[in-house]
């Protein structure tokens, strides 16, 4: 209890007080010439567009692969529509209809540089979460793997033309016109293929995110992740939106021992002091985050603290040699090496201006997550706790 007692009373919190519709049903439609080919979430299918929905919440996530039954699409944008029949709370049927319009472009590249990458993580993540369940992590690893190489060459074709596809390769050529486009991109900058060939800004981030998914808790094989583990968090990706499974798929880490001044403080403006560029912010009141750093062992710091953050957990790891003044005002000890339990510790926010911040950092974060995400304290050394950690430092070999 005195470990767990809070998560669960969040969480049961939440869950008993979340909007929740019962003995629902979903339609989903699309316009002429486009199909659904698969459907992922928690559902029974009842038809080739009706899912059966036993209960459906405020939480509930519901993905969909489009196929083209047509050579190419003629419209100027297309249609696709779930209409949800349910029973609320009150005993009252309702429907509610969700409806989205997207425009269709003739440029090949064009869609390619409005490619939502998290988006589409989120379903190649799904996508081989049933993978796994039906032949194997190994083949879902490599399809994750394949359609990566798949995206790029296709990308690179769309730019600069099927006969300079170079050493990488590529298809002879690609559809015809009429390709529904997507959202704005989710990366900026340029980047280029090994061989020297142009990288859309909207997949520069691709390779990395790929990689990280076949590190990740619900491929991993071997035998550091449990039967029973990766069981639950395949279930818990089944489910996620787009903002939850960016954080899972690519755990953000940040740097809190060297934190600015603003970090942990309200920001009114996300925007850079110039207008450039966002800054990180989480929760209502849009705590200023620390600075953000790669997931790999070379970021860490005998004399540093990091917090890491995947979307249903966070990890602290404090290094041996910190400031004992650090370790004094953030968890009221001299020391860590007189603490037996690690799970006892916490940040006691009234201490100093810098728990208060730090505190703040950790309460913004968990705001934004529909689960209370559990905060574990690792020393460096403690050999089962960090090699736990060491399994999201996914840059590292």
């Known amino acids: 209890a005195p470990r767990d007692g809070l998560k669960y009373e969040k969480e049961l919190y939440h869950n008993l007080t979340r909007a929740t519709a019962f003995e629902a049903v979903m339609r ?25 929905l036993p209960n459906c919440t405020s939480d509930s ?6 196929a083209y039954d047509e050579p190419h699409l003629t419209a100027s944008v297309v249609t696709i529509q779930a209409a949800l029949l349910y029973t609320n709370s009150m005993g009252e049927r309702r429907i509610r209809v969700h409806t989205m319009v997207l425009p269709v ?25 049933d993978i796994a369940q039906k032949s194997g992590l190994d ?10 190489i798949d995206m790029l060459r296709g990308a690179r074709t769309a730019i600069t033309g099927p006969g300079n596809s170079g050493p990488m390769g590529g298809p002879a050529g690609y559809p015809g016109p009429g390709y529904a486009a997507g959202g704005p991109a989710s990366s900026s900058g340029a980047g280029v293929y090994a061989n020297g060939g142009p990288l859309p800004n909207s997949l520069l981030l691709l390779p990395l995110y790929a990689m990280s998914l076949q590190k990740s808790l619900v491929l991993r094989g071997g035998t550091d992740v449990r039967v029973d583990e990766r069981a639950f968090f ?28 603003d970090a942990g403080l309200p920001c009114d403006n996300a925007q850079g002091e110039h207008g450039e560029d966002m800054i990180a912010t989480a929760g209502p009141f849009h705590v200023r985050l620390p600075a953000i750093l790669n997931l790999s062992y070379e970021r860490l710091s005998q004399a540093g603290i990091v917090l890491l953050e995947n979307g249903y957990d966070m990890f602290m790891w404090i290094g ?19 603490v037996q339990d690690m799970s006892k510790l916490a940040i006691l926010p009234d201490n100093s201006d810098f728990s208060s911040r730090a505190h703040a950092v950790v309460v913004a974060l968990r705001a934004e997550r529909a689960r209370y995400m559990q905060l574990h304290f690792i020393r460096e ?17």
């Open 61 to 66: 996530t519901f993905a969909l692969d489009l």
């Open 105 to 129: 472009t003739n440029s090949l590249p064009e869609m390619i540089e409005t490619a939502d990458i998290d988006c589409a993580m989120n379903l190649l993540s799904k996508q081989a979460v």
């Open 234 to 261: 395949q279930t818990l990706l089944n489910n996620m939106d787009i903002e939850e499974s960016k954080v899972f798929i690519y755990p953000r880490m940040f740097s809190i021992h060297d934190m600015g001044h």
């Open 320 to 338: 041996r040699s910190v400031n004992p003044a650090i370790i004094s005002t953030l968890f009221g000890v001299q020391s860590l090496d007189s």
């Open 139 to 148: 083949n879902a690893r490599q399809r994750v793997n394949q359609l990566t």
């Open 28 to 52: 989903v439609r699309a316009t002429r010439g486009l199909r659904f080919s698969n459907f992922y979430g928690n559902y029974f299918i009842r038809g080739t567009d009706l899912l059966a």
């Open 381 to 397: 050394g403690d050999g089962y706790a960090e090699a736990y950690f060491a399994r999201f430092l996914i840059e590292d070999r």
